[in-house]
């Protein structure tokens, strides 16, 4: 017999459906500015676990999109020019409770840019 367990908050936690919560955020930003702003930013509730599947990047002119992605304070990479969508997989990457995930955009040179960027995973708590 196994059980899976989450430690939370220093408390172990069953996993089991009355303690996920599937999450699914999506957002969009349209700009010019050179200046990266803000795209999507998710921050771990307080007393949760947040499995993260992966993040997904779409821009309408990706020759002119830049994408910074910050976790937990770190950034993971800037000044990236995709030539098309992305998808980042995290492998049910285990994220703590206040950390934020900040997808960001800029221009490369002011040309207007839509970008989307689309966070799923799981809530544990």
Same mark, same amino acid.
Do not use: C, M
């Given at each position: 017999?196994?059980?899976? =367990?989450?430690?939370?908050? #220093?408390?172990?936690?069953?996993?089991?459906?009355?303690?996920?919560?599937?999450? #699914?955020?999506?957002?969009?930003?349209?700009?010019?500015?050179?200046?990266?702003?803000?795209?999507?930013?998710?921050?771990?509730?307080?007393?949760?676990?947040? +499995?993260?599947?992966?993040?997904?990047?779409? #821009?309408?002119?990706?020759?002119?999109?830049?994408?910074?992605?910050?976790?937990?304070?770190?950034?993971?990479?800037?000044?990236? &020019?995709?030539?098309?969508?992305?998808?980042?997989?995290?492998?049910? @990457?285990? =994220?703590?409770? @206040?950390? =934020?995930?900040? =997808? &960001?955009?800029?221009?490369?040179?002011?040309?207007?840019?839509?970008?989307?960027? +689309?966070?799923?995973?799981? &809530?544990? #708590?």
């Amino acid at each position: 017999w196994v059980q899976t =367990v989450e430690v939370i908050a #220093s408390l172990p936690v069953p996993a089991g459906p009355t303690t996920e919560i599937p999450i #699914s955020r999506l957002a969009d930003l349209t700009t010019s500015s050179t200046s990266y702003q803000t795209v999507l930013s998710y921050t771990v509730p307080t007393n949760t676990l947040t +499995h993260l599947y992966g993040l997904e990047l779409f #821009s309408n002119v990706f020759s002119k999109t830049l994408w910074r992605i910050t976790i937990g304070g770190v950034v993971q990479w800037t000044g990236q &020019e995709l030539p098309t969508g992305l998808n980042v997989f995290f492998a049910l @990457a285990r =994220v703590s409770a @206040a950390v =934020v995930v900040l =997808v &960001e955009a800029a221009s490369s040179d002011g040309t207007q840019v839509r970008a989307w960027a +689309h966070l799923e995973g799981k &809530e544990v #708590s």
